[in-house]
Nanobody, 119 residues
Framework: QVQLVESGGGLVQPGGSLRLSCAAS????????MGWYRQAPGKPRELVAT???????NFADSAKGRFTISKDNAKNTVYLQMNSLNPEDTAAYFC?????????????WGQGTQVTVSS
């Protein structure tokens, strides 16, 4: 079983920065893809930034130029550095891990960490 534990959310003023962390534990392939999604109240969950299985990255248009995704493979941890935050970034941020088995795809989610951007 895979567990994802996020940390780093909180309240920040517009223009500020936050760094989210997600530590993965359990059994999964070394090429499992990790990333971040978010969900604002009344809206569907949406992609923020992810690593792909091949090691590339995908970013939402809203995140490009402001957010950076990085990882520490030795710690099975992925980070999301968020700069120039604005109120529209307010949401619960969820860590995601996609793993592949024989003829199956496994998707895991963390419990979420709240990010609130407000003055």
């Amino acid at each position: 079983q895979v567990q994802l534990v996020e940390s780093g959310g909180g309240l920040v003023q517009p223009g500020g920065s936050l760094r989210l962390s997600c530590a993965a534990s359990g059994s999964f392939r070394s090429d499992a893809a990790m990333g971040w999604y978010r969900q604002a109240p009344g809206k569907p969950r949406e992609l923020v930034a992810t690593f792909t299985r091949g090691g590339g990255t995908n970013f939402a248009d809203s995140a490009k130029g402001r957010f950076t995704i990085s990882k520490d493979n030795a710690k099975n941890t992925v980070y999301l550095q968020m700069n120039s935050l604005n109120p529209e970034d307010t949401a619960a941020y969820f860590c995601n891990l996609v793993d592949w088995g024989r003829d199956k795809v496994f998707v895991y989610w963390g419990q979420g960490t709240q990010v609130t951007v407000s003055s």
